[in-house]
Structures are given as structure tokens and as C-alpha cells.
């Protein structure tokens, strides 16, 4: 599935916004996978925040995330993005991406195939 590379993050006041891409360096890793954004914050497991499938687009998100955070994919450019809107201290963590063979990272049966190094966002005023 070859590299992941997170780009974007950084430092950010409450209700500020970040953009993160993600991009892949393997050719059409993004047409043939699920490709999703995962956190962990200090102390905490890392979590699912939200996917985009490979078959026809279909979006997912966490609950905490639902409304302020949106998902997508440009295949031309085989990079995934993540635009972040009205952040809030607790959406501080680091962001990695993934690529699976579908989106349900919720089930036991889940597994990624690779992950991004990660990129560090803090909400902070």
C-alpha cells in the first residue's frame, strides 16, 4: 500500500479551523481502499474519528465530530483531507490516517493495512 504522509496540523484557537491531507504514495491506494483519520490524545486510546469509502464515497464520522468535521478524497491526487471547523480543546490529539478494506472501524473484525505517521493538532487558546 506503500507511505502515508500527514500534512496540516498545528496550532489552532478554539472555534478555529485546520485542514489535514493525508497523502498516498502508491498508485490508487485511494480508489481501492476505505481511507479514514483516527486520533489519540494524551493518555487515551487512539479513536476512529471518520472514513470515506472507496466503493461509492460514503462518509462516517464519530459522534463528536458530526457537523464540524467533514471528509473527502481527491483519487487525481490520491490524497485525503480532513477540514476541521470550530475545533475544541478536546479535539487536541494526534491524527493519523489509515487505509482499510472497509469503513467499520467500530467492528472486532476491522484491521488497517497501513497507517500515516501522524500530525499533531492542539486547540489552545
Known amino acids: 500500500q506503500g507511505q502515508l504522509v500527514e500534512s496540516g496540523g498545528g496550532l489552532v484557537q478554539p472555534e478555529g479551523s485546520l485542514r489535514l491531507s493525508c497523502a498516498a504514495s502508491?498508485?490508487?491506494?485511494?480508489?481501492?481502499?476505505?481511507a479514514l483519520w483516527f486520533r489519540q490524545a494524551p493518555g487515551k486510546e487512539r479513536e476512529g474519528v471518520s472514513c470515506?469509502?472507496?466503493?461509492?464515497?460514503?462518509?462516517y464520522y464519530a459522534d463528536s465530530v458530526k457537523g464540524r468535521f467533514t471528509i473527502s478524497k481527491d483519487t487525481a491526487k490520491q490524497t485525503l483531507y480532513l477540514e476541521m471547523n470550530n475545533l475544541k480543546p478536546e479535539d487536541t490529539a494526534v491524527y493519523y490516517c489509515?487505509?482499510?478494506?472497509?469503513?467499520?472501524?467500530?467492528?472486532?473484525?476491522?484491521?488497517?493495512?497501513?497507517w500515516g505517521q501522524g500530525t499533531q493538532v492542539t486547540v489552545s487558546s
Open positions: 470515506i469509502s472507496s466503493s461509492d464515497g460514503s462518509t
Open positions: 489509515a487505509i482499510a478494506n472497509f469503513c467499520g472501524w467500530w467492528e472486532p473484525s476491522w484491521a488497517p493495512r497501513g
Open positions: 502508491e498508485f490508487r491506494t485511494l480508489d481501492f481502499y476505505a
